[in-house]
């Protein structure tokens, strides 16, 4: 069990231990003895603020700072940005995405923030992070047809691939949807020594740290993606209150068009999109329908490996991350969203 902290302050303090922890037990066996720390992204939107917090009903810590028990895992809330939350927990991945979803997604006007493989890939340059491995999804996961796509995997790199090895990296950028990233830093010369940075980077929104020797480079990280999300989608919803706007979302395979009617009529699963079809012509199927993450209007036109996406004015413009990441991850493969000929989230 951790233990309970007072305040932000103590928080810093459990990261800390916890991390110096982690990276002495790493560096000798390969392996962590502490529970990884798991942080998680949330877009509540503002309008929903106060209903999110009177929902859930946290223990005020200090100020923005909020601690929640759930099924007796500890989760501390941190608000300072208040379009972007961060949740940070010791929970085991399955519960922790499972107490997420139950106690904060569902809500109404909250949702995950969405990660673009290309975001993502940015992140790691930015930061200047070297490439740990990643974890790759059959594209084609909804096909009721034999033989069924059901492969998955997470391809973990050392210091060096061999050029067998590399091929294959090359194949499985191209053709697969990369649903995370691993990446890190090891300033140490020895080949023997694991201690230094290592993180995974999840298309869902959250990210786990396996060791960490500077919790100020943690939190650089940690700002640097809720800062450049947060920009993005105000951009898209600043230029989209003056002037409506498609939002066209690229696709570098076709995409399931039965598997796309298939997650959308019945308004359900992490597409968030309660969509029916209104005119189908030879190119280009026509969408009208409801983003019930807040009820906006939305309409969506899915031709063969692109489709153009639009709101009402004044709309919320997590949909746009979200349905090219989901779509990317369920029904083709890796996607661009583009918005007046520039590439957004990437």
Not at 259 to 288: A, H, N, P, V
């Amino acid at each position: 069990m951790v233990r309970k902290i007072k305040d932000r302050k103590e928080f810093f303090s459990l990261l800390q231990s916890v991390s110096e922890s982690n990276r002495n037990y790493y560096s000798k066996y390969g392996n962590w003895n502490f529970p990884q720390i798991k942080v998680f992204w949330i877009e509540v939107n503002e309008p929903f603020f106060q209903n999110v917090i009177n929902s859930i009903n946290p223990k005020l810590l200090s100020k923005d700072f909020y601690e929640c028990v759930f099924d007796e895992d500890f989760y501390w809330i941190d608000t300072s940005e208040k379009r972007i939350w961060q949740i940070f927990t010791f929970a085991k991945t399955n519960n922790a995405n499972r107490t997420i979803r139950n106690n904060f997604t569902n809500l109404k006007g909250v949702d995950r923030i969405w990660l673009t493989e290309t975001f993502m890939k940015k992140i790691q340059k930015e930061m200047n992070y070297t490439n740990r491995g990643f974890g790759i999804h059959f594209k084609d996961i909804l096909s009721i047809e034999e033989p069924k796509s059901d492969f998955s995997a997470k391809l973990w790199i050392g210091k060096s691939y061999t050029a067998s090895q590399e091929k294959l990296l090359k194949v499985a950028n191209e053709t697969f949807a990369v649903s995370s990233i691993r990446f890190g830093i090891n300033p140490s010369q020895d080949s023997s020594s694991l201690s230094g940075k290592l993180y995974e980077l999840y298309f869902r929104g959250h990210m786990t740290v396996t060791t960490c020797d500077d919790l100020e480079d943690l939190f650089t990280l940690l700002k640097f993606i809720r800062t450049t999300y947060k920009n993005e989608i105000g951009m898209l919803e600043k230029e989209c209150s003056k002037k409506p706007n498609f939002i066209e979302i690229q696709f570098s395979e076709s995409i399931n068009s039965d598997g796309f009617e298939l997650m959308t009529k019945l308004g359900q699963g992490d597409m968030k999109l309660w969509l029916q079809s209104y005119k189908k012509e030879s190119d280009i199927s026509r969408y009208c329908g409801v983003d019930l993450h807040t009820g906006d209007f939305i309409q969506i036109d899915l031709a063969d490996d692109y489709s153009y996406l639009a709101a009402e004015k004044n709309a919320c413009m997590n949909v746009a991350p979200r349905f090219g990441t989901v779509a990317s991850r369920y029904l083709t493969s890796n996607s661009k969203i583009i918005f007046d000929g520039v590439e957004m989230f990437a």
